[in-house]
């Protein structure tokens, strides 16, 4: 898994260091002095929220295949274009569409569900569920179509819509199950649907999440999605010279903890069972359907090849089916006919390891120590493995929205029990990104460290300083089962080093380089990477990331040199730092580029009678997108002429006009409507003899086709192999060029809110079932004849399109709020993508932001209004509205109650009293026992009980109009003049609000002014 530099999210868990400004206040006791206390704050931050996965950044890889299966299968889509929405809940009306959808029991014939809360969007899968016996919502009137749905109610659903079957031995160790949902529960189980939350608990009244509701249904992809199979199964190929091909393991069994491995030995063998020592060179494919293997492709050497597979994490047994297929051997070799024909598998056990901590169970950290500065070797009493700590589902490690670990009970609950691992330096705690397993010792953990950071400082660990490591287990009452804590004084000196350079065997533009430890690009103060005596650019150079799922890249660099190859090239690197900032000397090395053999070829999408979008499957030298010739078809209607018709250019000013998306993507647009030049293109049709006129002829009569010569574009890494002629035929399939298109553009999903990947409001987002049109949005404005209009008086083109935005007051009265179009999106966003199915619209300039407004009291539910919007051939909508979308309001932050500052008044003064003043965030709780900021018996000075003569009073702070400041005032010449005196605060005082009290507790004179938790 790869972060590209300088593109990393804000960080929303971990340490937030907040500067608090002076407050002025007034105080109802006077004293003799008033001092003026500027104080800094550290507190905890809130912890946040053919189809690809790639333009999503929130699907971590355990969600991958499900994401791309539900978008695939058209069962959901995004919330928006980069982001599906993984931790977000699911209402039941989306989750019911959902499952409509992929069961396929949409039925235009069934009648009324009778539920008055389901919108019309829902009403189709709604009423076909009830009919089919899925669901009888919530009520007989009420099917709770905006409620979450919980997993439970998941469960019955998809028993119910899928019939999924369980056989009657079937049984579930969960104990949060109850009689209303086993049956459902235990139907997703047998099938294979999910496993639960836990081995005891399956989280029946947990809200289900977008990215779970999605894994089950790829779960069940072969029911929605039943793949083709042949009639008539084909025999396994054999192979054409008699040769065999071996699988063997290194170990008979593989611990499934994630680390274990063994070596896979390939072994080809003669028709005699000999070891086939003449095949040499020749490429294997290996798959594997556990774990991990270390390449998926493998060269043989005088018969043998090798690779190593790491087991996966499993508390069930697994068995590994390990594959492996000759792929590619050269041309003029007999081992050339043996491709695809000489193939092999071997399977070895997974055995499953305990993730349950009980008494006899729970591990005690007897040291830790660490020579790599973004990472921990934890050392135990007895063997561990990271499910003692960490939260998992379906047999895949929980991750947080900034793909950190969740260890148990963070999420509040504690039913398996609560386990924590905190690692400390003296500029505060390190977040943990993921733990694994040391394979060299059983009894041993690596703990890796978070060390992506906004601020440009590295949050890795500090040379030549202390580190301490906590590790806690406490069962589902709360109960301590262990604490135990140690430090070390971590080191490192030594520079990282090149160890291997590899060119992709797939993407034949990328180079991987491998070092000796994990290595900052970013950090780095003069980092340099040369290939061929050419620097690489920043935005080519990624940095591999740890990913608890998938596996450990921090030691590698994936480097995309486009064409700077050559066969024989030589790569110097320079600069590059680990994390504790040790720098990497000058190296070189020298490497071999094999040959690449694959030929440029492009294809072609219409994505209306007006874009075209051209891909190559490689990226290409030499593509000059002004030789790509577009020409339509000019049959021959005249039974005297002796042709059969010709292809022609288009007529002189109408182009094609190309943008550039990357080294392999093109959209082409016309510069012009249709309807400006058909005249022109039928001037030349003739039916016998008598030229039509262009009102009887529209795109959908012609015939058009993109012609690319031979050689137009090289293959990069070999100029040698060019394309051949191509020929791509604009009509084919289900083209838009076919049929005449007189429907106007509808909204075609819900509006949705786009934020910046940093968090910042955009715009609304509001997309169309076609590409349509607003004036100066596209390369060209292309109005139809109709909209240019005729004469003087005639419309000047493209309509322009209204943007309006309906809702309520805080009076519950309706209002319209104009609005602009700020771009295509994500166009607008994500600069030369050429998407026009979709509007960025916000409030017009001068109105304010919906969001404010429902801030201050207006209602939560809007609509959109556009009005003119028009398609791509001049059809125009003159009034879309949108299902209604929803706004809420801004949260209220969470109230922190701590102390803010603290001040001693009098020590050095001749006054009647020696004072101490304290300084909270939040108003007080001035009632009640230990609760109470004024009872004297909640604070000590100096390590004493607060001595007869003490008064207390409250003090208003003026800026915030709250009672928050405590005056203590003590007999005169009780606190030593010499400044050597501390008060501590009882952890039993709350806020008014009832918030207990956090961060520092005890004060000394030398550190008033300065209170941080």
Do not use: C
């Amino acid at each position: 898994m790869y972060y590209h530099l300088f593109k990393s999210t804000p960080k929303q868990g971990g340490i937030t260091h907040m500067a608090y400004q002076p407050k002025s206040y007034k105080k109802f006791v006077a004293t003799a002095a008033t001092a003026t206390l500027v104080a800094t704050a550290v507190v905890p931050a809130a912890f946040a929220d053919d189809v690809s996965t790639a333009a999503f950044t929130d699907v971590a890889p355990q969600y991958k295949d499900a994401v791309e299966f539900v978008v695939s299968q058209n069962i959901a889509k995004g919330k928006t274009e980069t982001r599906f929405g993984i931790s977000d809940a699911i209402i039941r009306g989306d989750a019911a569409i959902m499952v409509a959808n992929a069961a396929k029991l949409n039925d235009e014939t069934a009648p009324a569900s009778g539920f008055s809360d389901v919108p019309t969007r829902g009403a189709l899968a709604i009423n076909s569920l009830k009919d089919a016996g899925v669901t009888n919502g919530k009520t007989p009137t009420q099917f709770g179509f905006n409620d979450n749905i919980t997993r439970g109610e998941a469960a019955i659903f998809f028993a119910n819509a899928f019939k999924l079957k369980a056989d009657e031995d079937t049984t579930v160790g969960f104990t949060d199950v109850s009689d209303r949902y086993m049956d459902a529960v235990e139907k997703l189980v047998a099938n294979g649907v999910t496993s639960g939350k836990s081995e005891t608990r399956f989280g029946t009244g947990d809200n289900i999440t977008r990215g779970e509701f999605a894994r089950w249904l790829h779960a069940l992809k072969d029911v929605i999605a039943p793949p083709e199979v042949d009639p008539e199964p084909k025999p396994d190929p054999e192979p054409v010279l008699g040769h065999t091909l071996e699988v063997t393991f290194g170990k008979s069994s593989l611990v499934g903890n994630g680390a274990d491995n063994t070596q896979v030995t390939l072994t080809v063998r003669d028709e005699n069972g000999a070891v086939a020592t003449d095949a040499d060179d020749i490429v294997l494919e290996v798959t594997t359907s556990h774990g991990t293997l270390g390449q998926d492709r493998v060269t043989v050497q005088d018969g043998v090849a090798n690779v190593t597979l790491t087991s996966e994490y499993t508390m069930a047994e697994l068995t590994a089916t390990v594959q492996g297929k000759l792929i590619e051997a050269a041309a003029d070799s007999e081992w050339h006919d043996e491709i695809g024909n000489l193939v092999a598998s071997g399977t070895i056990d997974f055995t499953p390891v305990s993730s349950v901590v009980d008494e006899t169970t729970v591990p005690s950290l007897l040291t830790a120590e660490s020579n790599e500065a973004d990472r921990v070797t934890l050392y135990f009493d007895k063997a561990v493995n990271p499910a003692m700590y960490l939260e998992m589902e379906n047999g895949r490690y929980v991750l947080d929205a900034d793909d950190n670990v969740v260890f148990r009970g963070e999420d509040g609950d504690i039913t398996d029990g609560i386990a924590s691992l905190d690692i400390y330096q003296n500029d505060g705690i390190r977040e943990i990104r993921g733990l694994i397993p040391n394979p060299e010792n059983p009894n041993s953990l690596i703990a890796i460290l978070d060390v992506m950071d906004n601020d440009g400082v590295n949050p890795a660990l500090t040379p030549n300083s202390r580190v301490t490591v906590d590790s806690a287990f406490m069962d589902g009452f709360g109960e301590a089962l262990d604490f135990s804590g140690k430090y070390f004084t971590f080191t490192d000196s030594r520079n990282p080093e090149l160890t291997k350079v590899e060119v992709s065997p797939t993407a034949f533009d990328e180079l991987t380089l491998t070092f000796s430890e994990p290595i900052t690009y970013e950090y780095a103060a003069n980092p340099q990477i040369t290939v061929n005596g050419q620097e690489v650019s920043v935005e080519e150079i990624e940095v591999g990331e740890f990913d608890q799922n998938e596996g450990d890249f921090r030691h590698q660099i994936t480097v995309t040199v486009g064409n700077l190859l050559a066969a024989n090239s030589s790569i110097q690197v320079s600069g590059l730092e680990d994390y504790a900032g040790n720098v990497m000397t000058s190296e070189s090395q020298n490497f071999e580029v094999p040959a690449f053999n694959t030929a440029p070829a492009a294809t072609v999408e219409v994505e209306s009678p007006e874009q075209v979008r051209l891909n190559w499957n490689i990226p290409v030298n030499g593509f000059d997108t002004e030789e790509v010739a577009f020409q339509y078809y000019v049959p021959n209607n005249n039974p005297d002429v002796d042709s059969e018709g010709e292809w022609v250019a288009f007529p002189a000013g109408v182009d094609f006009v190309a943008t550039t998306i990357n080294d392999r993507e093109y959209v082409y647009e016309l510069n012009q409507d249709w309807t400006q030049f058909v005249d022109e293109m039928v001037a030349e049709v003739d039916e016998d003899g008598v030229e039509v006129s262009a009102e009887d002829f529209d795109y959908t009569n012609f015939q058009v086709r993109a012609v690319i010569a031979t050689d137009a574009v090289t293959n990069p890494l070999n100029a040698l192999l060019g394309n051949t002629r191509q020929v791509l035929d604009l009509n084919a399939g289900n083209s838009p060029l076919n049929t005449f298109d007189t429907a106007s553009p509808v909204i075609s999903n819900d509006v949705y809110r786009y934020d910046d990947a940093a968090g910042n409001y955009v715009g609304y987002v509001v997309e169309f079932n076609e590409p349509v049109k607003a004036p100066g949005l596209d390369v060209f404005d292309t109005p139809s004849v109709l909209q240019q209009g005729e004469g003087e008086e005639g419309d000047a083109g493209i309509p322009e399109v209204v943007v309006e935005f309906r809702g309520t007051n805080a009076a519950g009265n309706p209002v319209v709020i104009d609005g602009d179009i700020l771009g295509y999106f994500p166009d607008f966003v994500l600069p030369d993508t050429s998407e026009d199915n979709a509007f960025i619209v916000d409030v017009a300039a001068g109105e304010t932001a919906l969001q404010a407004l429902v801030d201050s009291g207006y209602g939560t539910e809007w609509e959109l209004v556009v009005r003119n919007v028009t398609d791509d051939v001049g059809n125009a909508a003159t009034t879309v509205l949108s299902d209604e979308f929803t706004i809420n309001p801004t949260p209220a932050a969470p109230e922190v109650f701590q102390v803010f500052s603290a001040g001693y008044d009098g020590v050095d003064f001749d006054v009647p009293n020696d004072e101490i003043i304290l300084d909270f965030t939040a108003a007080v709780s001035f009632t009640g026992g230990t609760a109470n900021a004024l009872n004297l018996s909640n604070y000590t000075v100096n390590g004493e009980e607060l001595p007869e003569g003490t008064s207390i009073a409250l003090s208003e702070d003026e800026v915030n109009d709250d009672l928050s400041i405590v005056t203590i005032s003590l007999p005169e010449g009780y606190l030593n003049e010499d400044g050597n005196n501390v008060i501590n605060i009882s952890e039993e005082l709350v806020s008014r609000n009832g918030v207990e009290i956090s961060g520092k507790l005890e004060v000394t004179q030398d550190e008033a002014g300065t209170v941080a938790p």
